[in-house]
């Protein structure tokens, strides 16, 4: 089956300690993203990725890192986590490419994230 | 002010009516798409459009790109409690494929 997988679902952590949120796309799709949900805001882009360590910032890297080292999977890390990171997190994959710039992305199902 | 702005930011309907949410950009569109969300849950595409003027459907829910390529609508005809969600509209404002933009969602619910 064709997914975006994110793991962990549900994470709490306290502030300062390093974590990671790993996704991983089973469609080979050279894009990936991740965006975080907070109410009122939609969605807002952290970082995205182009294909295999080309990375660049979205909409809202700040306190945010990312790593693109094989193509199926594209970490999230926090390297000293904030409360005001607490939020839901999204990966997701396309097919986008230079030949089909304009395709829709395919979601995981979401971290939700609290630091306390 | 949002450069994607949804209207309403959340709606309440009877089973059985009918609703249009509005997706508005403050610049032209390459493409748009949309986006449902049960609370919580991932995000499942329902439909893109790109060209002035074009309309797509899926089941019970139709979706139009106005001719200047800078509103969209989705529109749900009778109205079911499985249609509640979160809806979400996203907009590629370039050929260049790197930024895809959200709305801040209008959030429907469907009263049986």
């Known amino acids: 089956e064709a997914q975006v997988t994110q793991n962990p679902r549900y994470l709490i952590t306290v502030t300062g300690k390093k974590l990671t949120v790993t996704c991983s796309q089973n469609m080979n799709h050279e894009y990936m993203s991740w965006y975080r949900q907070d109410p009122g805001l939609g969605l807002r882009q952290i970082y995205y990725s182009m294909n295999v360590e080309v990375t660049d910032k979205g909409d809202v890297p700040e306190g945010y890192k990312v790593s693109r080292k094989e193509k199926r999977n594209f970490p999230l890390i926090l390297e000293s986590p904030s409360p005001n990171q607490t939020s839901l997190y999204f990966c997701?994959?396309?097919?986008?490419?230079?030949?089909?710039?304009?395709?829709?992305?395919?979601f995981g199902n979401g971290t939700r994230l609290t630091v306390t | 002010s949002q450069e994607l702005e949804q209207s309403p930011q959340s709606l309440i309907v009877q089973e059985g009516k009918n609703l249009t949410i509005n997706c508005t950009s403050s610049?032209?569109?390459?493409?748009l798409y949309w986006y449902k969300q049960k609370y919580g849950e991932g995000l499942i595409f329902l439909m893109m459009?790109?060209?002035?003027?074009e309309e797509k459907s899926h089941e019970k829910i139709t979706a139009k790109l106005d001719e200047k390529k800078q509103q969209s609508s989705l529109h749900i005809t009778a109205s079911q409690p499985s249609h509640a969600g979160i809806y979400l509209c996203?907009?590629?404002?370039?050929?260049?494929?790197?930024?895809?933009?959200f709305g801040q969602g209008t959030i429907l619910t469907v009263h049986p």
């Open positions: 610049k032209t569109l390459y493409g």
């Open positions: 459009l790109q060209k002035g003027g």
């Open positions: 996203g907009a590629d404002w370039t050929s260049s494929y790197g930024k895809l933009t």
């Open positions: 997701a994959s396309s097919i986008r490419d230079r030949l089909t710039p304009n395709s829709p992305l395919h």
